[in-house]
Nanobody
Framework: QVHLAESGGGLVQAGASLRLSCVVS????????MGWFRQAPGKEREFIAA????????DYADSVKGRFTISRDNVKNTVYLQMNSLKPEDTAVYFC????????????????WGQGTQVTVSS
């Protein structure tokens, strides 16, 4: 059974940085796409970033381009989301996701999801 465990969330002030981590267990994920989504209170879950299995393709939501960076370590079965210049509107629960259908420049429909980690950015 695949298990995803996010960590690294917290409460920070606007302009600060955070790095989220997501460790995947239960399968070898080195040949699968991975990504991050978020859901703010009262809003639908939205796509943030995705990366293909070898890191050759990445996509970002317009709202985070230039501030967030997705990366992965296939040896550690871990995907990261480096978040810089955080804004109050980045406040949300952040979910990592793995496998599924990823078409760079088009869409990412994951198969497996983590439980989420809360990120709160104060003004």
């Amino acid at each position: 059974q695949v298990h995803l465990a996010e960590s690294g969330g917290g409460l920070v002030q606007a302009g600060a940085s955070l790095r989220l981590s997501c460790v995947v267990s239960g399968q070898t994920f080195s040949r699968y796409a991975m990504g991050w989504f978020r859901q703010a209170p009262g809003k639908e879950r939205e796509f943030i970033a995705a990366m293909d299995w070898h890191g050759g393709s990445t996509d970002y939501a317009d709202s985070v381009k230039g501030r967030f960076t997705i990366s992965r370590d296939n040896v550690k079965n871990t995907v990261y989301l480096q978040m810089n210049s955080l804004k109050p509107e980045d406040t949300a629960v952040y979910f990592c996701a793995v496998d599924g259908e990823y078409v760079s420049g088009s869409h990412y429909y994951p198969t497996f999801w983590g439980q989420g980690t809360q990120v709160t950015v104060s003004s």
